[in-house]
């Protein structure tokens, strides 16, 4: 079955500081990963998706298919950046769910 | 572009009382529909999808059914709430496919006194 786990449920760092916000999955065939945010009093949207290898907002996340991880990444946290993330695992074909890990917040501190 | 809605945004219901909160896309066809409901500290539990008109998939036993009567309406209903019904919904569409992105809605704050 497929699992995807957050293990940390509060991240706090200072401004400036580096952020990993980890995830690691379980499926036996070949993942699409995603990371959601949900900033404070906003619906919660897509920040990146492992296909497209972007940077968004300074986020990065790479794809480690050895550790089954989808860490994400940013070298200097801003205050801006606190809110809650997700992580999301979906199969190649896309008729079937996402499924979420239980989140992340992330509390950037002036 | 595309558009998703929800309604109503806050919602106040007595225990034993009826529930409809509806979902609608806006710009596409034939979407995915999906049900969630987000909690503190449990994430997002998924609740319920669609593929397609009249087709509904349950993930989770409980109060609660959803049903797709038009294409891009996506409701989801309870006949008596209870007090653990209290939440936060989420409605949420992909294009299916090969697209997995899902797009959520304002979502629906639930509270059963």
């Known amino acids: 079955a497929q699992r995807v786990t957050q293990p940390e449920k509060l991240l706090s760092v200072f401004k400036g500081a580096p952020v990993e916000l980890k995830c690691n999955y379980s499926?036996?065939?070949?993942?699409?990963l995603f990371w959601y945010v949900q900033y404070s009093r906003q619906r919660l949207q897509l920040l990146l998706r492992h296909i497209s290898r972007e940077s968004i907002k300074g986020f990065t996340a790479d794809l480690n298919k050895g550790e089954t991880s989808f860490h994400l990444k940013k070298p200097f946290a801003q205050e801006e950046d606190s809110a809650m993330y997700y992580c999301a695992l979906g199969k190649s074909s896309g008729n079937t769910p996402l499924v979420f890990g239980k989140g992340t917040r992330l509390s950037v501190i002036a | 572009s595309q558009t998703i809605h929800q309604w109503p945004a806050t919602l106040v219901q007595p225990v034993g009382s009826p529930l409809s909160l509806e979902c609608t896309v806006e710009g596409t066809s034939n979407p995915n529909l999906y049900w969630y409901r987000q909690a503190a500290g449990r994430g997002l539990q998924l609740l319920f999808y669609?593929?397609?008109?009249?087709?509904i998939s349950s993930e989770v036993p409980q109060n609660l059914s959803a049903s797709r009567p038009q294409d891009r309406q996506f409701i989801l209903s309870s006949k008596k709430l209870l007090l653990s019904d209290s939440g936060f919904y989420l409605c949420?569409?992909?294009?299916?496919?090969?697209?997995?992105?899902?797009?959520f809605g304002p979502g629906t704050r639930l509270t059963v006194t």
């Open positions: 949420a569409w992909t294009r299916g496919g090969l697209y997995n992105e899902q797009y």
């Open positions: 669609s593929v397609g008109i009249g087709q």
């Open positions: 499926y036996s065939g070949s993942p699409e």
